[in-house]
């Protein structure tokens, strides 16, 4: 196999796909376990799961992602934590509403590369009116969705009364008698169809692999939401239905991080590129977060490029990562390399505020 990868043929990755990061760095931080001093290795993405990483005081993060636009967004929160405050930080990202967003990017990107600057420069407008962290396509699917389809389905009375904290029994009960109606559960069908999820939020090539129903997940990840976890809590959640964070915050935007981060930043150590790449160098990495990328594989290559991981990872090691739709976990034959951690698999599940996700895995390389 070549030190390419599979999807990067498929998929355009010329534009920022995701502004931020739909995958709760409380939950992967604590995944990871003790790696103080050590090498970490991170899907980028948005950079918010990468910069998280920091807070475990590793020797360094590796950052790795075959777009460089998704690099550009973890360059614009580099520039953001230098040189802004903590508050103005979170009006750039569209966490709060701001009217100067910006000249908040202007400052934020004053000392990046001129190719960043240029992407930043030519997003202004719309980072002006949504927030860095609402101007990829994912987040521009969610905003069409929030602006256009749901006051069809739900008065703002019944959205905001949905971030009214309550003890779980009634949770359930808002969910059954208020929130999950008949228009509701139509516009979930045709919204996460595959036809629709597939023009506006992802590209058709990722669904290539995946079984089931996008819409039927989405009503159960709901539930785990809505009920299981206190929808109060849940920035995500209210991002998708308000348009900005509530009092919740993902953990890398929230102000107990911000110092810790940005005095780490020069720990990043960050390589545009494949995954693949990275495991083609001869380094070791003492644990790994994977985001979701191993759906987006076919199970062969999966396979193929789990084992590639394997020779890059220290004893002890943790790969971290998310399934979506498409089941993948350690291939048959390398079972005997790893150790599923189901106990810390379980107790982060259980409070994974990012609730469009159906496994969450956690394998330990032996040693
Ligand atoms: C897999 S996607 C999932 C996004 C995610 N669910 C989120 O909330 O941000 C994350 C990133 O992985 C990158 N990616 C996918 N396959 C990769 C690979 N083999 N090597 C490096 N980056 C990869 C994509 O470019 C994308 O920016």
Known sequence: MTQSSEIAGKAAFDYIRYAQLWEDADVLTAALGDVTGGTL???????????????????KVVVVDLSPAQIASLHLRIGAFRNLSHPEFL????????????????????????????????????????GAGGVGKFERYFRI?????????????????TFVSRPKAERQEFLDTRFNTWRWRLLLNVFFSRFVMGRMGRDKAFFDHVDGSPAQHVA?????????????????????LKGTHGAALPMTWRAEHYDVIRSRLDRLDIRPGSLEAFVST????????????????????????????????????????????????????????????????????????????????????RP
């Not at 290795?41 to 020797?59: E, H, K, Q, R, Y």
């Not at 809505?226 to 959640?237: G, I, Q, S």
């Open 282 to 365: 001869g380094e070791k990495a003492d644990g790994f977060n994977l985001s979701d990328i191993f759906e987006y594989m076919s199970p062969d290559v999966f396979a193929q490029v789990y084992e590639r991981i394997l020779s890059a990872a220290s004893p002890n090691a943790r790969l971290v990562y998310w399934n979506m739709m498409a089941p993948r976990r350690v291939p048959t034959d390398l079972q005997p390399c790893v150790n599923t951690l189901t106990d810390v698999e379980d107790t982060q599940k259980r409070r994974d505020k990012a609730f469009f996700y159906s496994d969450f895995v956690v394998e330990e390389v």
């Open 91 to 130: 009006e750039l990202m569209g966490a709060v509403k701001s009217d100067r967003r910006a000249a908040l990017l202007e400052r934020a990107i004053a000392d990046l590369d001129a190719d960043t600057k240029a992407l930043w420069d030519s997003l202004s407008d719309e980072v002006a009116r949504h």
């Open 41 to 59: 290795v991170s899907i980028c993405s948005a950079g918010d799961n990468a910069l998280a990483m920091l807070t475990l005081d590793p020797a």
């Open 220 to 240: 159960r990840r709901i539930r785990h939401a809505a009920v299981d976890c206190d929808p109060a809590e849940n920035p995500y959640l209210h991002w998708i």
């Open 145 to 161: 969705f929030r602006t256009r389809l749901l006051p069809l389905v739900h008065s703002r009375r019944t959205i905001d009364d």
